[in-house]
């Protein structure tokens, strides 16, 4: 069975930064790709950022130039960098993981901006 802890996430003023991590429990290296989603309640789960196997890295425009997302494959790892943090940013976050044709979600961390 394969999963996704995520770790990180929290509150911040905003202009602040947080980093998300997301462990996988077999090689990250052999998933196509690993992204990272938010929500907020009411609302659908956006995409944010995905970091494919052939280190193609899609951001939404809301977060570029403010958010990095990465990979340690040695620690089976994704994180996402999230720097300059905005009130609009607050969400509910989650990592998902494509492999072998099925999509694998981490547990969710609430990021909070707020003065």
């Known amino acids: 069975q394969v999963q996704l802890v995520q770790s990180g996430g929290g509150s911040v003023q905003p202009g602040g930064s947080l980093r998300l991590s997301c462990t996988a429990s077999?090689?990250?290296?052999?998933?196509?790709?690993m992204s990272w989603y938010r929500q907020t309640p009411g609302s659908r789960r956006d995409l944010v950022a995905s970091?494919?196997?052939?280190?193609?890295?899609y951001y939404d425009d809301s977060v570029k130039g403010r958010f990095t997302i990465t990979t340690d494959n040695a620690k089976n790892t994704n994180s996402l960098q999230m720097d300059s943090l905005k009130p609009e940013d607050t969400a509910m976050y989650y990592c998902?993981?494509?492999?072998?044709?099925?999509?694998?979600w981490g547990q969710g961390t609430q990021v909070t901006v707020s003065s």
């Open positions: 998902k993981g494509l492999l072998a044709g099925d999509d694998y």
């Open positions: 077999r090689s990250i290296s052999t998933f196509y790709y």
């Open positions: 970091l494919y196997s052939d280190n193609r890295i």
